[in-house]
C-alpha cells in the first residue's frame, strides 16, 4: 500500500507564495518521477511541473516558468512545489502524482489534492 498525503495549500493573495507538499510513504522500493499537476473549475487537469528520480532534470508548464520551482527529498520521499509571485490564474486544486516500485508492483499515484485560491 502506498499512501500520498499533500500540505500547504490555501488562500494568497495575487504576488504572494505557498509552498505544497507531498509525502509518499507505504512500503516502497524506489520512486522515479513525481510532479505536481492541478485543475481549475471546469478545466482539465494539466501538468504543472515534474521532476526525474535524481532530481537532475526538471519541466513546468510554461505558465509557471519563472516563478513555480519543483524539488523533492528522496530520504523523506516528498516532493515540493514552491510557489512565487501568484496570479488569479494560478488559482485549482493541485494533485501530487508519484511513480515508482513498491511491494504492489509498479505504482503511479494520486494524492488527494489540495486548494490553492489565489485572490485580485
Known amino acids: 500500500q502506498v499512501q500520498l498525503v499533500e500540505s500547504g495549500g490555501g488562500l494568497v493573495q495575487a504576488g504572494g507564495s505557498l509552498r505544497l507538499s507531498c509525502a509518499a510513504s507505504?512500503?516502497?522500493?524506489?520512486?522515479?518521477?513525481m510532479g505536481w499537476y492541478r485543475q481549475a473549475p471546469g478545466k482539465q487537469r494539466e501538468l504543472v511541473a515534474v521532476?526525474?528520480?535524481?532530481?537532475?532534470?526538471?519541466n513546468y508548464a510554461d505558465s509557471v516558468k519563472g516563478r513555480f520551482t519543483i524539488s523533492r527529498d528522496n530520504a523523506k520521499k516528498t516532493v515540493y512545489l514552491q510557489m512565487n509571485s501568484l496570479k488569479p490564474e494560478d488559482t485549482a486544486v493541485y494533485y501530487c502524482?508519484?511513480?515508482?516500485?513498491?511491494?504492489?508492483?509498479?505504482?503511479?499515484?494520486w494524492g488527494q489534492g489540495t486548494q490553492v485560491t489565489v485572490s485580485s
Open positions: 502524482n508519484v511513480q515508482g516500485v513498491a511491494t504492489i508492483g509498479v505504482f503511479n499515484y
Open positions: 507505504g512500503r516502497i522500493f524506489s520512486i522515479n518521477a
Open positions: 521532476i526525474t528520480n535524481g532530481g537532475s532534470t526538471t
